[in-house]
């Protein structure tokens, strides 16, 4: 490798990103962009979920049962209606996504000492919402109970049972931001290094500028390098960015070193890169590797564990994680901002992605240097 | 005779558009496989059931008692046991490598305190890291130690639980009673892709002809600027309503989604919101010089309209300038109508005003990419 060689096109790269500001903007403004928005929609928390009641009892007791749905901040009641069919309208509307209907002898059935049922109805089209409305409902439900058998056999026992008392780590207020945006950083990096790089590589040789410099003494090597060099420099930037932009902004706390946090990004893109590579050997067109690009992303975004838990998956989709990067990176920037843990709970997920830049270094190489020559 | 010879340039325009499409077969593949491979991984790993998440449980009480409560904790499928760890800083470091996600501490009086009739307290630590999974395995840990302790004190009193007083939650799940995600999905795909195909696609054909420098030898042909839209716009309608048809047909018979409204309704609002996108492309086409441009400006619609609209995410609240935002998004109608036709079944009586906003946007974006459509044209 020779270094005179290296710096020339080196700075060739860097005035061509220096040219073209429209790109160079866009790498810098669309992330943010993106992030900003997923913020408000994809990180929302599931909470304030809208509800109507429907007390047919009209009694202390009942009103008791709703009291616990209005201190909890799951549920937001925003109708109080008379009749089961506002309910179903509400509904049918999309004005709520669940309706409480207390039984006319709820009170009456209660203080005889049997079992009453209260009916929910709950509008499943949402099944992220529907899951969480259900379980906070369940619990209200079944804590309700376990009072009346305390209050009814309270003389007859003084305390008994089994009382959890459960703790939440990690992210006490179960805050969705804090499980997101570390996600996010993973996934906006991912997507903006391999466009920048495959931009830089297929646009020379869509406008067959490549065969110029296939002519000129470079080595393919140097060639490689120089070229690539620049562009991680800029998705280094856009990666920073991204990481103070989405913490700071959405003010998640970020509990183990911010050293250790960049050294995982770096280590990630490094990681990416034989991938992005790879992906600019094999297309023809920018067109082209965009689109497989969008190929690539998408099943990771989904196979990682980004948004949904990998234990609900099917074994061969669980398996099929394994091999997508993110999945790893993911559990790293969870474990150093979330979780605060050093660098020894992470030593299999280094490895991984260290596997996996490894061979895709290898195979960009050799498919590399076969449409060189 | 004049419409006749209309329909024949129009026609010429349409088979032209078509081998454009059918050259470039890498692009036409991707497009139509793409909703498959979306489906089908959306179908099976987007589940949020709590099953099988992993747990470990540090018994301090070795009792016959705490093997009974941890017995209650695996008959739940919601559990697997994977771990038992023998101090406190064995299961946090399970906690921190993220090798279980729920661990429960039985403590050393718990069979005591029982025996002696008091509340034995068990303490439980949750990974909290993805709350939508946290909110419910909590859920789920408290109720298994609830109705445990419920079942313990029945005993005790040898009553069983039909005599104990008590609330009963019955859970009628509408619409989508199983919760399945893939029912939440398949309008979510139909939606995304019937508005990339159809604005993109058509703002690219568009704006390529002129890249190209081909938009002028077009304007000597004697073909009129509506004839050139309608025959340009045709190929990409069509290739929509297959995809469109492609991701119904495989929610139905692979993942048994029903559709509960009226079929001619769906097809309908498909039909109208394939249009609306369509003027949009317009709009973009006349607006954008080259081809990214045009890319740059669909994606500034696309990615808003996918975030905002509810389609892919559960939107409860936003901000009031994104809610604005979202308002003027064709995609956040459309959501409401698909979902409320295919899923709830409900038709005109309730969606009506959907169904004019959205004609709306549709008229005023075709007129004014058509005014300008012209004049770019001459």
Known sequence: MNL????????????????DTRTVTIVFIMPLIQMILMGYTVLSDIKNIPIAICDLSQSVTSRDFVAAFRTTDVFDIRYTVSNEREVVHLLDEG????GVVIPPDYAETLARGERVQVAFYLDGTDPMVGQVAMSSAELIAQSKSTEVVRRSLGRALSGGGVEVRPRVWYNPDLTQANFT???MVGMVMQSFMTQLVVGAIVREREMGTMEQLIATPLRGLELMVGKITPYIGLAGLTALEILVAGLFWFGVPIKGSFLLLILYCLFFLAAMLGWAVLISAVARTEQEARMMNLFIMLPSMFLSGMFFPRTSMPPFLQAAGEVVPLTHFM????????????????????VGLTVFGVVSMLLAARSFRHKLT | MELMTSLERTWAIIRKEFIHAGRDPRTLVITIVMPILLLMLLGYT???DIEGVPMAIYDQSKSAESRRLIEAYQVTDSFTLNYSPQSYSDLRRLMDSGQIQVGLI???EYASELAAGRTARVSCVIDGSNPTIGSQVLAIVTMVGQSHGIQIIQEKLGVSVAQLPGIDARMRVWYNPKLDNINFMVPAIIGMILQMTCSALTAGAIVGERERGTMEQLN????????????????YLVIATLIGAEILIIGVFWFGMEIHGSMALLIGFCILFMLTSLAWGLFVSVIAKTRQQAQMLNMLIMLPSQML???????LSLPVVLQYLAALMPLTYFTRMIRGVILKGVGLEILWSDIGVLAVICIVLMVVAGARFKKTLE
């Open chain 2, 46 to 48: 987007t589940s949020l």
């Open chain 1, 95 to 98: 004005e709520i996504r669940m």
């Open chain 2, 220 to 235: 000597v042909t004697p073909i009129r600027s509506l004839e050139l839209i309608v025959g340009k716009a045709v190929p």
């Open chain 1, 181 to 183: 945006i570390p996600a």
């Open chain 2, 106 to 108: 039985i403590p050393p």
């Open chain 1, 331 to 350: 559990i790293m920037i969870r474990a150093v901002v979330l979780k605060g843990v050093g660098i020894d709970m992470v030593v299999p997920q280094i």
């Open chain 1, 4 to 19: 005179r060689r290296l710096w020339a096109i080196l700075r060739k790269e860097f005035i061509h990103i220096v040219r």
């Open chain 2, 309 to 315: 609209s509810g389609m892919m995410f559960p939107i």
